[in-house]
């Protein structure tokens, strides 16, 4: 089960503020963040992508705004967020230019990652950063979150960041080496989980006993909930000890650690999720040429759509239809309906001329369409 890890396409690394931050001085753990700079320039060296899911804001910030130890009010804890987060990308940015990596901040809230066409600009961006051979360092945005509307912990959202781009290994960096049937410094008799390939009502009764301590809000409950999210998009995920100086390399060579096995690839999970989950909001009718093209595994462009109908706007469902009004599929098409009246069977270069603006070059990226 190791090579899981250095054979996936994409990965995602989450890392808390326990692993990230010292508690006792408030500062970075630097040895330790460049052992996983490290690990990130290997993954990148053998054409991996990654994705790092970073706490640390607010535990980086409450030292340098005086703010004690003790539990912070709601605004207090955004402005620690607001002054650890400008820190925390500086970390990284640090850590990864002496491997020559750039790397980018992005900041989700919960609305990122439910809004459909908030979504399909995040999932856009970390994409053209990927293809920019850059690394994207996610937060939450906990500035502008509020208790009532948040992830509340790393966890669930790396879950979430995994699903939105398409990876195949989530990976919980954690301050235990993966799941017991019970929590082991409690029940000396706890048996170590090395692979769950079903998460079973047992299997989730098992997490409520593996708190984490420190200054991370995550626990062993959050890691199942997260794994849900992961197998459910056809991503395996892993849970590993993160207080080594090489973590990853670590679980590539043989580390304890526990795998969650997805049932689909993230790609026919998603393909899955857009042709029975979602409601179509208009029909695209393509000529004989584009639907030979879809068939071949293309993507489809305005050149080949002949008709569109419905009221949809960047990011809905629609149905794709032949000529002959067969259905052939359904996708997510990157126009609204008033975009995409101007340019049907228009060639992509003359997008831009046409809307005012460049937008993608497809209507429907192969990426986003569930043929029949």
Known sequence: MTSRLATARRIVIKIGSALLVDPDTGFVHQKWLAGVAADVAQCLKRGQEVVLVSSGAVALGRRHLKLGTGTLRLEEKQAAAAAGQIRLAHAWQEVLAAHDISVAQVLLTPDDTESRRRYLNARST??????????????????????????????????????MVTADCLVLLSDIDGLYTADPSQNPDATFIAEVPRITPEIE??????????????GMVTKIAAAKIAVSAGCAMVIARGAVERPLHAIETGAPCTWFLPRATPFSARKQWIAGSLVPSGILTVDDGAARALAQGKSLLPAGVAAVAGSFQRGDAVIVRNQQGQELGRGLVAYSIDDARLIVGHKSGEIEALLGYRGRDEMIHRDDLALG
């Open 126 to 163: 970390i994409a053209t950063l990927l293809r920019l051979n850059a690394v994207p360092v996610i937060n939450e945005n906990d500035t502008v979150a509020t208790a009532e509307l948040r992830f509340g912990d790393n966890d669930r959202l790396s879950a979430r960041v995994a699903e």
């Open 205 to 218: 009764a098992m997490a409520g006993s593996a708190k984490e301590a420190g200054v991370g809000t995550g």
